[in-house]
């Protein structure tokens, strides 16, 4: 895919890349995505210094009009099945359909899906990943892009910007380099009432960045479903990632976050205060839940009592004690409307038929068994 309708600085850029000169707005660029770079490597197997350098090429180091406009950095059409927002502009043909994100994380994921879905990039994923060049070349193949230099215009920015380095990388040591040289080099940034530290851009207003989530404060009023209209279609998602249900009553002045929290806390470990659960220290902290309980040795269900200490960052060697009696938490009522199943004989078995029927609490089992011996699930 061609990048299109670049604006006169992202030309500028990329003529300063021609000339050996390091680019401001790459860098910055760089900067701003390589850990959700790495973190795209990790889950889906595409190296980092690629993502980052297709990103880079097809939206002119985010300053194209398609990536401004409409958070699209990989230039990537809407092709069949896209039932996402969309925008049309000229590329390889007059008024081509692209597709539309809320924001450029969202962007980076579907990059990462859009590979992992389509089988003319299966050859990719058998390379060695640190092989970018096999990589650059293979999209080119692959016909990712029309422009016969595409795999060469790759491998010059991961070269002259040094993106390999990234692909021996785990988000962990990325943070940890950044934390390091965060201490070396600059003054710790004032936090702000709530913690945050910088506004995270194309989320809207009121949506800042704790954590590296973009994460919102909850307002009077607000529900999980009131969030979810501000982020359209995304409501299974926003309570998977705070850890509620639909029903989930939401407390003014806490936090609530627009993407998957992280897998460490930014401090090592936190006091557990009265009234807490490992739900509210999970929502508090930006930490996943999931990882509090193996960090902590703990069951899901189980609460630290008052006073015990809570890692966020790596695992304890003991267990804390627990609290003596357990509390109901949004996290617990979320397990306990999933769907169970249950098994039931009927009253009059029939040996020359299969009895077991499956039943689906909430659902009609009317139909669970559609001929005799065959069981539908």
């Not at 097809?58 to 969309?86: M, Y």
């Not at 989530?213 to 009131?226: F, L, R």
């Not at 193996?294 to 267990?319: H, M, S």
């Amino acid at each position: 895919m061609r990048r299109i309708l670049l604006v006169v600085v992202a030309f500028a850029a990329w003529f300063r890349v021609q000339a050996g000169e390091p680019s401001k707005a790459i860098l910055d660029y760089i900067e701003r995505y390589r850990y959700i770079a790495v973190e795209e490597m990790i889950n889906h197997g595409i190296p980092a210094s690629i993502t980052l350098a297709q990103g880079i090429l097809e939206s002119g180091a985010g300053q194209s009009e398609l990536a401004r406009q409409s958070n699209n950095h990989f230039g990537i059409k809407c092709h069949t099945g896209w039932t996402g927002d969309r925008v049309f502009y000229d590329d390889d043909a007059k008024g081509e359909c692209f597709r539309k994100y809320d924001n450029a994380e969202e962007s980076f994921h579907d990059h990462s899906y859009f590979l992992t879905s389509r089988t003319r990039y299966a050859e990719l994923f058998t390379l060695d990943p640190t092989d970018y060049k096999g990589w650059a070349k293979g999209l080119k193949k692959a016909g990712y892009a029309t422009n016969p230099e595409y795999a060469e215009r790759l491998i010059k920015i991961i070269e002259d910007y040094d993106l390999h380095i990234y692909d021996k990388l785990t988000p962990d040591q990325l943070l940890a380099m950044e934390d390091h040289k965060k201490m070396e080099t600059d003054p710790e940034p004032e936090p702000g009432p709530y913690g945050e530290v910088a506004e995270a851009k194309g989320y809207g207003k009121g949506v800042f960045y704790f954590n590296r989530i973009p994460t919102i404060i909850v307002q009077q009023g607000d529900t999980p479903e009131s969030i979810a209209e501000r982020h359209p279609g995304r409501l299974q998602q926003l309570l998977k990632y705070n850890d509620i249900t639909a029903s989930t009553r939401l407390e003014p002045g806490t936090k609530f976050y627009l993407q998957p929290k992280r897998n460490k806390g930014i401090n090592k470990v936190v006091t557990v205060k009265e009234g807490a659960t490992m739900w509210t220290i999970s929502r508090d902290e930006g930490v996943k839940l999931s990882r509090l309980y193996k960090y902590n040795r703990l069951e899901p269900g189980q609460e630290p009592a008052t006073g015990e200490v809570i890692f966020l960052r790596k695992k304890r060697d003991t267990a804390p004690a627990l609290q003596k009696s357990k509390k109901e938490t949004p996290a617990t009522r979320v397990q306990k409307e999933k769907p169970s199943t249950k098994v039931k004989e009927e009253a009059t078995p029939d040996p020359n038929k299969n009895n077991i029927i499956m039943e689906f609490e909430g659902e009609d089992s009317s139909d669970a068994v559609e001929d005799e011996g065959t069981i539908k699930v």
